[in-house]
């Protein structure tokens, strides 16, 4: 069984910068998976952030291009996700998540997920 494990959030002003982290452990072989970044914010539908595959293929939902960026360690089966410029609107929990089969931004629902990770953008 994979275990995703977030790490990262927490508050920070608006304009500034989080890098949150994804540690996935029980599937030494499931480097080679599909993995996104998911958020929900209160009172909303969970949306797609972006997605990795092959640690090298990555697709972003427009709302984040230029902002977010996903990445990933392949040897040290890490997840990343690089948030900058954050805005008041980008405050919500974010979930990583990763699929031993495809998912995209739009369909597909990946297999495992994390517990989450709260981050909080004031202005």
């Known amino acids: 069984q994979v275990k995703l494990v977030e790490s990262g959030g927490g508050s920070v002003q608006a304009g500034g910068s989080l890098r949150l982290s994804c540690t996935a452990s029980?599937?030494?072989?499931?480097?080679?998976?599909?993995w996104g970044w998911f958020r929900q914010a209160p009172g909303k539908e969970r949306e797609a952030i972006a997605t990795?595959?092959?640690?090298?293929?990555?697709s972003y939902a427009d709302s984040y291009k230029g902002r977010f960026t996903i990445s990933q360690d392949k040897a040290k089966i890490i997840l990343y996700l690089q948030m900058n410029s954050l805005k008041p609107e980008d405050t919500a929990t974010y979930y990583c998540?990763?699929?031993?089969?495809?998912?995209?931004?739009?369909?597909?629902?990946?297999?495992?997920w994390g517990q989450g990770t709260q981050v909080t953008v004031s202005s």
């Open positions: 990795i595959y092959g640690a090298e293929t990555t």
């Open positions: 998540a990763a699929s031993p089969y495809p998912f995209t931004l739009v369909s597909g629902t990946p297999k495992y």
């Open positions: 029980g599937g030494a072989a499931f480097s080679g998976g599909f």
